[in-house]
């Protein structure tokens, strides 16, 4: 991973856990002082659960990779946070079985609606494992962007066949097996039994300014972040980004 690309996945998770720590702080009013329970879906290595465990949080994170949950095992006690992080080989399909309904104040869910074998499934399996009034973090690839990328690169047709496409793919060699519009996944969310209160637009800019840019100009890094923070709640730009993160309550 270059440098730029290390920069633009802090920028990625700086955002994300700037808005996530607000809903997570509101849901912590209703009991003072005590820790949540935290279900992270597809958690990985622990990104996310090994800072909110730091933070005094208790976090299951379900994930079918066995190597990434040694990993996160390994980050969980370097961080002298092992009593607090839990590990479970599983997928969304599975979750409720593995996390137990109705266990969790918060349920995290980055990166992962885009390749589970049934979204909608995959929304009831976590509306069913959350407490009622509990957090759902959600991040997912949005076809938008995908379509202006194509498009700039010169993939003229690709960028029409993702824009056309039932799951915003560009074609039969698109890595990403789909990607989600903003009413679209609201709409999915609504079925599933979630109020959404935040959207916010992730990587409006990030992923069109050049790298060497970035990469060279003194303090191109930080005006970017800047930039990006400003233009996540806006409505016009937010279409734009490669990714929603949003926030909505069982």
Known sequence: MTMVDRRRRSLRTALVGEALRVALAGRARTDPGA???????????????????????????????????????????????????????????????????SSADAVLCHGVLEVVDDPVQALQAMASVLREGGVLSLLVAQRNAVVLARALAGHLAEARVALQDPDGRWGAHDPMPRRFDEAGI?????????????????????????????????????????????????PAFRALATQLHILATR
Do not use: K, Y
């Open 186 to 234: 609201i709409a999915q969310l609504a079925d599933a039994g979630f109020m959404v209160h935040t959207v916010h637009g992730v990587r409006t800019f990030a992923d069109l300014v050049p790298s060497a840019f970035v990469d060279s100009e003194p303090g191109a890094a930080d005006s970017l972040a800047e930039l990006e923070r400003a233009a996540s709640q806006h």
């Open 35 to 101: 820790g949540l329970d935290i279900v992270d879906l597809g958690g990985g290595t622990g990104g996310f659960a090994v800072p909110l465990a730091v933070e005094g949080h208790r976090v299951t994170v379900v994930d079918p990779s066995p190597d990434a949950l040694a990993s996160l095992e390994r980050r969980a006690r370097d961080e002298g946070v092992s009593d607090l992080v839990r590990g479970v080989q599983g997928d969304a399909a599975e979750l409720p079985g593995l996390a137990g309904e």
